[in-house]
């Protein structure tokens, strides 16, 4: 058996065990996931894997949007973002 080095200079694979025939792993993005508006502040916000068996339940972007909390700062600061 010739060693991997005699293999390499002959211009075939470096070790035994390489192979050309690999499958690339599934890469999912982001932008592939769906998205729905919150019901508090209007943005939008991507589908979580905690979320999968209650996604059509899920209304609200976060914790500060389903207590009010987002809304009862945007009430008390007037509407506008800060440092705008």
Do not use: I, Q
């Not at 694979?13 to 209007?42: I, N, Q």
Request: hydrophobic share 30%; glycine share 8%; proline share 6%.
């Amino acid at each position: 058996m010739l060693s991997w080095w005699t293999r390499r200079a002959a211009g075939g694979p470096a070790r035994s065990d390489c192979t050309t025939d690999r499958t690339a792993p599934v890469v999912h993005r982001k932008t592939d996931l769906p998205e729905k508006p919150c019901a508090a502040c209007g943005r939008p916000f991507a589908w979580r894997r905690k979320w999968a068996r209650c996604w059509e339940d899920v209304r609200f972007c976060s914790d500060a949007c389903r207590t009010g909390r987002r809304n009862a700062a945007r009430h008390r600061d007037g509407g506008t973002k800060k440092g705008a």
